[in-house]
């Protein structure tokens, strides 16, 4: 069975610019999750799909990232504008449903400058 | 506020030897509780888990116990191995209305020497 895949692994933009990331959970994966993690901090929820729609966005800065999961599989997370502090590796996660274990991507590294 | 707390950072363990990880929570609603392994450039590996109900889970070389009570959890590995060697986060989390949302701790690193 193939894991999570995500893309890109590595960005580096400038402040102020904008940046789109990607996740393919596992097939059949009903719930999708974007975390964030801080260096030396654990992974922090922002966002979380059940099938094409959000359950719980409550931890999104939503004045600047948004979040998708179009047809209820792929999904992108887009940062526009970036700030510094935005700086950290984002993690996809899906889960059969709710409530069971979570498996996660690789995740992307994002370092704003 | 840390709802869940893994107050090592650190730990170092010989090879063969048991490795023991802990991991302190406040909030009484948290019902389900996770292990995961993390390996540089990866994301997180489930482990094991727990669910409230129970008091120990057990996975091969893997054993996490849970002490309501105290709102502690352990992950105890026996027999140690290099292999082992990893940044572990403790995870909690609601089967009710926060069904899904996760918490994690800092992490330990677990270093185990050949």
């Known amino acids: 069975e193939a894991g999570v895949a995500q893309s890109p692994r590595y960005k580096i933009i400038e402040k102020r610019q904008s940046v789109a990331f990607w996740c393919n959970p596992i097939?059949?994966?009903?719930?999708l999750y974007w975390y964030q993690q801080i260096l030396g901090q654990g992974p922090k929820l922002l966002i979380q799909?059940?099938?094409?729609?959000?359950?719980?966005d409550s931890q999104l800065p939503k004045d600047r990232f948004s979040a998708e999961r179009l047809k209820g599989v792929d999904s992108t997370l887009k940062i526009q504008p970036a700030k510094l502090e935005d700086s950290a590796v984002y993690l996809c996660?899906?889960?059969?449903?709710?409530?069971?274990?979570?498996?996660f991507g690789p995740g992307t590294r994002l370092t704003v400058t | 506020d840390q709802q869940v707390k893994q107050n090592s950072p650190s730990l170092s363990v010989q090879e063969g030897r048991i490795s023991i990880l802990n991991c302190d929570y406040t909030?009484?609603?948290?019902?389900?509780f996770l292990w995961y392994k993390k390996y540089p450039a990866e994301g997180p590996t489930f482990l094991i888990s727990?669910?409230?109900?129970?008091d120990k889970n057990e996975d091969g070389r893997f054993t996490v116990f849970l002490n309501k009570s105290a709102k502690h959890l352990s992950l105890h590995i026996v027999p140690s191995q290099p292999g082992d060697s990893a940044v572990y986060f403790c995870?909690?989390?609601?089967?009710?209305?926060?069904?899904?949302?996760?918490?994690f701790g800092k992490g330990t690193k677990l270093s185990v020497k050949p």
């Open positions: 727990i669910s409230s109900i129970k």
């Open positions: 097939s059949g994966h009903a719930t």
């Open positions: 909030n009484s609603m948290f019902d389900y």
């Open positions: 996660a899906s889960s059969r449903n709710r409530g069971y274990e979570q498996y």
């Open positions: 995870a909690a989390g609601e089967q009710g209305g926060s069904q899904g949302n996760l918490i």
């Open positions: 799909f059940q099938n094409n729609g959000v359950v719980d």
